[in-house]
Structure formats: structure tokens, C-alpha cells
């Protein structure tokens, strides 16, 4: 398998420090559309001018902003993206548009794991680790693997696939790799991945 994997850019959930989740239309900040412009060039130099690849891309707002300028760098028209709701970030439930400050305070403890920068409880009527390991162990078994991939997600979501992909340390039943600020572009082959451009933007799930 030859897959680069590239994290969204910043959002303006993401400055505000609000849950986003499943949410579609989020978009992104100045900084995000600097972190993009860069994750574009860093691909360019990689990848050349409207390289041969199958690209895909979540089906939210802003994992597609952040396609659009890519896909301007590239050569390669937006209509090319192939979109799959299996690559869409964490569902967050009733979490979803709340600030994570009054989500902390109502719970009367911490969500999010400082070290392994993941949530530590479910989201109430959203989903869990294992599945989101099962849609994207879904989608990959539709791909034809002979293809070289570009594919654009989210923060926990491509945490999970490289966890499935190369491998990560356990997290409630699941691999899930190492966190990776936002922007961060990733190429994983034969079961190793190298990092092809490192992000501006922020890390954990406060980015999600």
C-alpha cells in the first residue's frame, strides 16, 4: 500500500475549543488556510504536477477546504476527490458545537487523556474507538491496493488508520498512533510511514 494522509487544517471550532465531530461545515481560519497552502506546497515538492493517484477526502467542510487548496498546488481538479463518510472525524454525540470547558464542568471531570491526548469517556450517543476502527477497516477493504492513495482526514480518524495501517499503542481495544499537529501530512508504505511535512497548527483532540 502506498497512502499519503494528511490532517485537515485549523477551523474555527478548532480556536474556540469546540467540539466538531461529524459536523460538516466548519471552516477554516487564516491559519488554516496557511497550514493548508503549506501542506500543498510540501506535496507539490513530493508529488510533482497532477500526480497518478486515487485521492479521497471526509465528506466534511472542512477536510474539503483544506482539498480545494491542495488540489490547486497539485494540478489536480476538486472533482477529482472521491468523498467517503467512513473517513469523517469521531462522532461526538450530544457533545457536538459545545465548548470543551462547559462539557468539563458539567461532567465534573476531565474528557481528554493529557498524555495520550485522546478522550478518556465515550460521547454520549456518539461513537467509541472500535468503531471507528470498523468503518475504516471497512473502507480499506473496498480499495484496490495496487493504487497509490492521497487522502485527506481527521485528527482521531487518521490516528486510528496509521494505528491500523503501521501500528500504535492500544487504546481502548484499538492501535492508535502518535498525535501529529494539525497539517501534518503523513506517507505510510509496506507498513511503515514517514512524515512528509510537519504541521502548524495545534494537537489533540481539542483539534479533532
Given at each position: 500500500m502506498d497512502l499519503i494522509?494528511?490532517?485537515h487544517a485549523e477551523t474555527v471550532f478548532n480556536a474556540a475549543a469546540r467540539?466538531?465531530?461529524h459536523m460538516a461545515h466548519t471552516p477554516l481560519?487564516?491559519?488554516g488556510i496557511a497550514q493548508a497552502e503549506a501542506m500543498g506546497a510540501a506535496l507539490r515538492a513530493t508529488l510533482g504536477e497532477a500526480p497518478d493517484r486515487d485521492f479521497w477526502v471526509s465528506p466534511s467542510g472542512r477536510t474539503q477546504q483544506t482539498a480545494a487548496i491542495v488540489s490547486e498546488h497539485l494540478g489536480v481538479p476538486f472533482f477529482d476527490w472521491r468523498q467517503d463518510t467512513r473517513l469523517l472525524e469521531i462522532d461526538v454525540g450530544q457533545w457536538e458545537g459545545r465548548y470543551y470547558a462547559d462539557i468539563v464542568a458539567d461532567l465534573?471531570?476531565?474528557i481528554v487523556c493529557p498524555d495520550r491526548r485522546l478522550f478518556r469517556v465515550p460521547p454520549p450517543g456518539g461513537e467509541w474507538f472500535p468503531e471507528i476502527a470498523a468503518r475504516l477497516t471497512d473502507w480499506l477493504a473496498g480499495l484496490d491496493m495496487t493504487r497509490p492513495l492521497l487522502v485527506i482526514s481527521h485528527g482521531i480518524t487518521a490516528r486510528v488508520l496509521r494505528g491500523i495501517l503501521v501500528g500504535g499503542q492500544d487504546?481502548?481495544?484499538v492501535?492508535?498512533?502518535a498525535d501529529a499537529p494539525q497539517g501534518t501530512v503523513f506517507?505510510?508504505?509496506d507498513g511503515a510511514e514517514t512524515m512528509l511535512h510537519v504541521g502548524s497548527g495545534v494537537q489533540?483532540?481539542?483539534a479533532a
Open positions: 494522509l494528511a490532517r467540539m466538531q465531530g481560519t487564516r491559519s465534573g471531570e476531565h487504546w481502548q481495544g492501535p492508535v498512533a506517507h505510510i508504505r489533540g483532540v481539542r
